[in-house]
Antibody
Framework: QITLRESGPTLVKPTQTLTLTCSLS??????????VGWIRQPPGKALEWLAL???????RYRPSLRSRITITKDTSKNRVVLTMTIMDPVDTATYYC???????????????WGQGTTVTVSS | EIVMTQSPATLSLSPGERATLSCRAS???????LSWYQQKPGQAPRLLIY???TRATGVPARFSGSGSGTDFTLTISSLQPEDFAVYYC????????FGQGTKVDIK
C-alpha cells in the first residue's frame, strides 16, 4: 500500500526558508517511471503545482517559482524534500505531496496524495 | 505556458441530476496527460480520471471523462450526495497546471 506523509513547520516568518519532507511508504523512488510531486493550496483557493522529481532524479519546477524552490530525494531514507526560500505571507497554504507512476494512475496523474500539511507565513 | 480554464465556476444541481464540467486548454494538448480530481472540504484531492477518459481504481461508473485537443469534459451521470465537492482538471506537459476548479453544490 502506497502512502505519503508530509511534515515540516506549521509557522515560518517572512523571508525565512521553508523545508518540507514527504515520507514515502510502499514504493521506491528509483526509476524514471515513478515520481513525487508537491502541490499547494492557499486557503479557499485552487490547487497549484510546485515541483516534481522522478526516480532517475529528473526534476521539474513551476516556472514562476523556479528561483525559490528546490526538490531533492533521499532514496535510502525514502523521502522527498521541498525547500522554498524567501517565504512570504502569500505562500500560506496547505502543502501536499503526491505520487505519480506510468503504471498506476497513468502518466502525469497524481494517484496517491498525502494528507497535507498547513504552513502559515507570519511574523 | 498552457492555461487550463474550467467552467462553470459553480454548478448548482440536485441529487440525481447529471453534471457536466468543462476544462479547456489554451492550446491543443495530448489527452494522455489530462486528469480529473475531486476534493472535499478538509481533504486531499482524489484522482478520478486519467488519460482524459480512464477511471481510476475504485471510482464509480457514474463518473466519465471525454474530450481531446483543447476541450475536455467530466460527466457525473446521476449526482449522489457524496459527489458534491470541488473538481479540478490537471494537465501534464512536462510542467503541471491545474484548472481553477468547479464547485458542484446542492441546489
Amino acid at each position: 500500500q502506497i502512502t505519503l506523509r508530509e511534515s515540516g513547520p506549521t509557522l515560518v516568518k517572512p523571508t525565512q526558508t521553508l523545508t518540507l519532507t514527504c515520507s514515502l511508504s510502499g514504493f521506491s523512488l528509483s526509476t524514471s517511471a515513478v515520481g513525487v510531486g508537491w502541490i499547494r493550496q492557499p486557503p479557499g483557493k485552487a490547487l497549484e503545482w510546485l515541483a516534481l522529481i522522478y526516480g532517475d532524479d529528473d526534476k521539474r519546477y513551476r516556472p514562476s517559482l523556479r528561483s525559490r524552490i528546490t526538490i531533492t530525494k533521499d532514496t535510502s531514507k525514502n523521502r522527498v524534500v521541498l525547500t522554498m526560500t524567501i517565504m512570504d505571507p502569500v505562500d500560506t497554504a496547505t502543502y501536499y505531496c503526491a505520487h505519480t507512476a506510468y503504471d498506476s494512475g497513468g502518466p502525469g496523474a497524481f494517484d496517491i496524495w498525502g494528507q497535507g500539511t498547513t504552513v502559515t507565513v507570519s511574523s | 505556458e498552457i492555461v487550463m480554464t474550467q467552467s462553470p465556476a459553480t454548478l448548482s444541481l440536485s441529487p440525481g441530476e447529471r453534471a457536466t464540467l468543462s476544462c479547456r486548454a489554451s492550446r491543443s494538448v495530448s489527452s494522455s496527460f489530462l486528469s480529473w480530481y475531486q476534493q472535499k472540504p478538509g481533504q486531499a484531492p482524489r484522482l478520478l480520471i486519467y488519460g482524459a477518459s480512464t477511471r481510476a481504481t475504485g471510482v464509480p461508473a457514474r463518473f466519465s471523462g471525454s474530450g481531446s485537443g483543447t476541450d475536455f469534459t467530466l460527466t457525473i451521470s446521476s449526482l449522489q450526495p457524496e459527489d458534491f465537492a470541488v473538481y479540478y482538471c490537471l494537465l501534464d506537459y512536462n510542467s503541471w497546471t491545474f484548472g481553477q476548479g468547479t464547485k458542484v453544490d446542492i441546489k
